[in-house]
């Protein structure tokens, strides 16, 4: 099951009785006033915020960010560290396949849990136009692990 809006997504395995796993993804505006931007002297782009490179833009300031990320299994629930969500800006949650029809929303981010590895993939594509990427977070044996992020064409 998804449920997701403009600011969060749930992806949830399992039924009522037994829940398999939660991810819950949730989102912010992005408050200008909290942090320190830096702008190339000749493009008047944004190049850094708080002294950072960062994702989901094409030069301009961020209207929203990625709050925080949780996983809950049955054994155990993981708020992924500050490090591993910094810099993520325009996150995209879900879309609606075809308005007229009163289909559930389509995520842009995903769970997956290959059985046996002991790891879970949570995936998301963010950003607008030159500003794209994808992150992926990586989660082994209960500890958070990693992040790989990539722009997409």
């Not at 997701?4 to 829940?19: K, N, P, Q, R």
């Not at 989901?56 to 560290?81: A, C, E, F, W």
């Not at 810099?87 to 929303?105: H, M, S, V, W």
């Not at 046996?116 to 082994?140: D, K, L, P, S």
Request: glycine content about 8%.
């Amino acid at each position: 099951m998804k449920r997701c809006t403009d600011d969060f997504a749930h992806l949830e395995a399992g039924d009522i009785v037994s829940l398999d796993h939660l991810v819950s993804i949730d989102a912010v505006p992005f408050d200008t006033a909290r942090h320190s931007l830096a702008y190339d002297s000749q493009t008047n782009a944004l190049r850094l915020i708080d002294d950072k490179p960062f994702w989901g833009t094409d030069g301009g300031i961020p209207k929203r960010r990625i709050q925080s990320v949780s996983y809950m299994h049955v054994k155990y629930m993981l708020v992924l560290p500050d490090s591993a969500i910094a810099g993520l800006y325009e996150p995209r949650f879900c879309y609606k396949a075809n308005p007229k029809r009163k289909r559930p929303t389509t995520a842009y981010c995903k769970v997956f849990r290959p059985e046996g590895t002991g790891r879970v993939y949570i995936y998301m594509q963010n950003g607008e136009g030159a500003g794209r990427y994808e992150v992926t977070w990586v989660i082994q044996d209960g500890e958070y692990y990693a992040r790989v992020l990539d722009a997409l064409p």
